[in-house]
């Protein structure tokens, strides 16, 4: 159930996102009367789940959820409708009109994409405002792994900056260290400050997953509330509403202590100390070959810390969410910087429709679809001005071309182009989502 609500959160999303695309470059298309022969809603070859044409104009549903398209008369697109294009022009066509038509037209898509996530912030910050943990209120510490280790960090310490800078939000610590690149983190640890220097190998690291930072948390109370599929504790006898006491009789007062002291006794079964209805019971359990005992509890952040919420108005809402989209586009762009770094090889942690789709929460809450919807809007319209031909970007690349050196590229070059340009845009395809394949062999 939790992975079918995440593929219909992301289908959801995903047909947001191109119909509103798609509707910027059939909007002005029409404000410049300019025929549309086809809106799409995903691709359609061979066939597709439905079609209307009303006026000059089929809409349909096709059947590869893959994006979508409007076909546009006298384009060369990725229809290749080589046909049509040896026609004499005529007035309804794309290609009679003005550059700076046809530049509109074109980054219809992309500034419908913009406007459609500062909507969604602004709506978003309306309806709920904005909740989040305060570095200050990190009052236990954080949790590290042996990456974190290695730099020097420990589990425990109190960050108090980054490159001697508070962060407000405890969550944007780790995005803020390799967005910007950060040198060093501030802490207190005993008493004492400690400046942790960060090298770029650590941030290499913390793409790939490693090298945490998390906020530490108590051990107790720990009340069993739900079991995983495969439960090694529920198959000993463990219940809902069982109390973790401790592990062969050893209490923790921390939860990482206790992840630890499983992960390290993982070969052999573990003596879990729980208090049943006022009694204490001891239960052997074998854990799993990861360190698990297939158990949760319902503790959240907002039990354990305490959050701030910012509540905005009507009008205040409006400036915030802005200012929230816009920032949230800088910080895309900044990722380019890194994917492309020779030091991080951040390329090897792309990802594919299944990390996309793994984003979305395994249950339907509403503020997170509209977030991650206004995040996914910001990155489809990113990569679609990407200057590639066959995007959006490599349309208005010619367009630029044409307006600066009065001369138009030829419809064959045009034509090489856009095969080129599908090409590469295939090859990204399969790489990113050939990395997501190798994750879940690996696992």
């Known amino acids: 159930m939790t992975i079918l609500i995440k593929i219909l959160q992301f289908l959801l999303s995903l047909s947001i996102l191109v119909i509103i695309h798609e509707f910027g470059?059939?909007?002005?298309?029409?404000?410049?009367?300019?025929?549309?022969?086809?809106?799409?809603?995903?691709?359609?070859?061979?066939?597709?789940?439905?079609?209307?044409?009303?006026?000059?104009?089929?809409?349909?549903?096709?059947?590869?959820?893959?994006?979508?398209?409007?076909?546009?008369?006298?384009?060369?697109?990725e229809s290749m409708d080589r046909e049509q294009m040896k026609q004499p022009a005529q007035p309804y066509e794309f290609r009679s009109k003005t550059s700076g038509q046809r530049l509109l037209i074109m980054t219809g898509g992309v500034l419908f994409n913009f406007i459609l996530a500062l909507l969604i912030y602004v709506c978003v910050l309306y309806a709920w405002g904005e909740t989040y943990l305060p570095t200050a209120n990190v009052k236990y510490g954080i949790v590290t792994d042996s990456v974190g280790y290695s730099i020097g960090l420990r589990n425990g310490d109190k960050i108090l900056s980054v490159d001697n800078q508070k962060i407000e939000n405890f969550a944007q610590i780790s995005s803020d260290i390799v967005l910007n690149g950060r040198k060093s983190i501030q802490v207190e640890r005993e008493g004492e400050i400690l400046n942790i220097a960060i090298p770029v190998e650590y941030?290499?690291?913390?793409?790939?997953?490693?090298?945490?930072?998390?906020?530490?948390?108590?051990?107790?109370?720990?009340?069993?509330?739900?079991?995983?599929?495969?439960?090694?504790?529920?198959?000993?006898?463990?219940?809902?509403?069982?109390?973790?006491?401790?592990?062969?009789?050893?209490?923790?007062?921390?939860?990482?202590?206790?992840?630890?002291?499983?992960?390290?006794?993982?070969?052999?079964?573990?003596?879990?100390?729980?208090?049943?209805?006022?009694?204490?019971?001891?239960?052997?359990?074998?854990?799993?070959?990861?360190?698990?005992?297939?158990?949760?509890?319902s503790r959240t952040y907002d039990q354990m810390f305490e959050l701030k919420t910012l509540k905005y108005g009507l009008l205040a809402s409006i400036p915030a969410g802005i200012s929230k989209?816009?920032?949230?586009?800088?910080?895309?762009?900044?990722?380019?910087?890194?994917?492309?770094?020779?030091?991080?090889?951040?390329?090897?942690?792309?990802?594919?429709?299944?990390?996309?789709?793994?984003?979305?929460?395994?249950?339907?809450?509403?503020?997170?679809?509209?977030?991650?919807?206004?995040?996914?809007?910001?990155?489809?319209?990113?990569?679609?001005?990407?200057?590639?031909?066959?995007?959006?970007?490599?349309?208005?690349?010619?367009?630029?071309?044409?307006?600066?050196?009065?001369?138009?590229?030829?419809?064959?070059?045009?034509?090489?182009?856009?095969?080129?340009?599908?090409?590469?845009?295939?090859?990204?395809?399969?790489f990113a989502n050939g990395n997501d394949i190798m994750r879940l062999i690996r696992k």
């Open 25 to 77: 470059h059939f909007i002005f298309a029409k404000l410049f009367k300019t025929r549309v022969e086809k809106f799409y809603l995903f691709f359609d070859p061979w066939f597709s789940l439905f079609k209307r044409k009303i006026g000059d104009t089929e809409y349909g549903i096709g059947w590869v959820p893959l994006g979508g398209y409007v076909k546009i008369s006298g384009m060369i697109d």
């Open 203 to 297: 941030i290499a690291q913390m793409l790939k997953g490693n090298g945490k930072i998390e906020a530490r948390t108590t051990f107790s109370p720990y009340v069993i509330t739900a079991f995983q599929k495969h439960s090694p504790g529920k198959a000993a006898g463990l219940l809902t509403g069982d109390e973790l006491l401790g592990l062969d009789g050893i209490k923790f007062t921390w939860f990482d202590e206790f992840q630890k002291y499983l992960l390290g006794n993982k070969t052999r079964a573990i003596t879990v100390n729980i208090l049943r209805k006022g009694e204490q019971i001891d239960i052997p359990v074998v854990p799993t070959s990861e360190g698990f005992l297939g158990i949760a509890s």
């Open 325 to 430: 989209g816009f920032k949230t586009i800088k910080d895309y762009l900044k990722q380019f910087k890194v994917i492309f770094s020779k030091h991080t090889k951040a390329y090897e942690s792309l990802g594919g429709f299944i990390t996309i789709g793994s984003i979305f929460p395994g249950v339907w809450d509403w503020q997170s679809f509209w977030n991650l919807t206004a995040l996914l809007s910001i990155i489809l319209a990113v990569m679609n001005i990407l200057p590639i031909p066959a995007l959006d970007g490599g349309h208005v690349m010619f367009l630029l071309y044409e307006v600066i050196t009065g001369r138009k590229p030829s419809d064959k070059f045009l034509e090489y182009a856009q095969i080129t340009g599908m090409v590469i845009l295939f090859a990204l395809l399969i």
